[in-house]
C-alpha cells in the first residue's frame, strides 16, 4: 500500500536531515537503529541509504556556476527571512539551465537531483545556513514533489539513479 501524503512528509523530513547530517549524526542514528520506531513509516524505509542515493545523484551538478550564483540569492533571502522562496527559485533556475542537458529525466526528479545538490552546496559553503536550508528543502520537497513520491510508494521506491 502507497503511504499517505503524512508519512511522505515524514520520510521527507527524515531523509534531509540524514542528507545533511554530519557523519558523527549518522553514526549515531546507525548505533541506535534497533531502538529507533517511525510511527506510519515502513520497515523498507532507510533515510541514509536513500540521503545516499540522493547525494549521488547531486553530485553531478556540485561544481555548477548556477549554484554558485544562487548561493549568494539565498544568502540574501536568508537575511530577509525569505528562505523558502529563495530556495524555490533557485532550484527552479537551476533546473532549467540544466533541463536541455539532462535527457530523459523526469520532471519530477529533476527538481529532486536540483534541490539536494543546491542544499548540499549551501551546506558545504555555508554551514551557518544548514538548519535553514534543511527545512527550506523539506517544505519544498513536500509541496513540489510529495504526491509524486506518494504515488511511487515512498521515498524507498523512487527511482533515484545517477
Known sequence: MAPNQVSVESQTELVIYYLLADENEIESRMLNASNVE????????????????????ADAMSDDAMLRAALADLKQAA????????????????????ASKGGEVAPEMQLIRASVAFGLYVK??????????????TNFLNRHVGTWVSKQGGWDKVPVSS
Open 79 to 98: 537575511a530577509e527571512e525569505a528562505l523558502d522562496a529563495a530556495f524555490r527559485q533557485c532550484v527552479e533556475t537551476l533546473c532549467e539551465s540544466h
Open 124 to 137: 558545504k559553503i555555508s554551514p551557518d545556513l544548514k538548519d535553514k536550508v534543511q527545512g527550506a528543502l
Open 38 to 57: 517511525c510511527d506510519g513509516i515502513d520497515d523498507s524505509f532507510d533515510p541514509v541509504l536513500i540521503a545516499d542515493k540522493l547525494r549521488s545523484v
